[in-house]
């Protein structure tokens, strides 16, 4: 089974449509900036999830996400959390 986001799909700035289909899917309630590319330091490196599979409760089982962690996170700004799960105050309620 082929894994969503290996570079098939465009690469280039967003379209009319791409914009109309992230409008869709926020006026849905579907989260759409962390599925977005639109950051130069993403692009390539987020696998493609449909609105269908947003949702924890659908069932994806070929959803392979890449490992991938932006060098301004690694060095571990303020606003970000830690590299270890363990260590991230509150991550249960999120």
Known sequence: TP???DGDEARASPTAA?????SQAAAAGLHTA???????????????VPDAAVEWHVAWPEYEPRDFT???VRGQPPWADAADAREVRGLAQR
């Open 70 to 72: 932006a060098e301004v």
């Open 34 to 48: 962390a599925r977005s590319e639109t950051n130069p330091l993403y692009v390539g490196q987020r696998c493609h």
């Open 18 to 22: 791409t914009h109309a289909r992230r």
């Open 3 to 5: 894994v969503r986001g």
